[in-house]
């Protein structure tokens, strides 16, 4: 595995629609395997292929979940670390339902760091996708799950969470807020 480079909204590949993934090849594998070695390094909790130079529908997302939760339930296809939660692998992702219930939470992104910004999103989505084997996969989501997946999704779209914010500032202005987080 290799890490690879995150890149800035300078570069116009993060704010490109990015592309169908049609091949699933050992090519594409050692790509996730690539893209959940680098988000880990940075240290994040997500990261779209856009984010390293690859305009291709994919992302990946290291998530805590509650266990009580069932609709955030593993469908036996994602990495589980044992107390340390979930890898999800989302190829070609569709989000199908926003709730209209939303809440405005402090984000950050790796390809902004230093950078934060109050976002408003929806509470409960639900995502069709394929995973990394090629199956076709739904979730059911809400809470922060629901909130970083649709952050990784506008990566995808060409967006980036200052797009979005309400405001934003630099993160070493604001020391008290444990809310935030890099995707």
């Not at 992702?93 to 950078?115: Q, W």
Request: net charge negative.
């Amino acid at each position: 595995m290799a890490l690879l480079n995150i890149i800035n909204p300078s570069d116009p590949v993060l704010r490109r629609k990015a592309k169908k993934v049609t091949r699933f090849d050992g090519k594409l594998q050692n790509l996730i395997d690539d893209m959940i070695e680098t988000m880990h390094d940075a240290p994040g909790i997500g990261l779209a292929a856009p984010q390293v130079s690859e305009s291709l529908r994919l992302f990946v997302a290291h998530l805590e979940e509650d266990p009580d939760d069932e609709n955030n339930s593993a469908d036996g296809n994602d990495i589980t670390i044992p107390g340390l939660g979930r890898i999800h692998v989302m190829i070609n992702p569709r989000i199908t339902y926003f709730s209209s219930e939303s809440a405005v939470r402090t984000e950050g992104c790796l390809s902004l760091p230093g950078y934060l910004g109050d976002v408003c999103r929806a509470l409960e989505i639900s995502v069709k996708y394929t995973d990394r084997h090629g199956h076709k996969r739904k979730l059911n989501t809400n809470g922060w799950m629901a909130r970083v997946i649709q952050h990784e999704y506008d990566h995808l779209e060409g967006e980036l969470f200052i797009d979005k914010a309400e405001k934003i500032w630099l993160a070493d202005q604001d020391s008290d807020d444990e809310s935030k987080a890099s995707n």
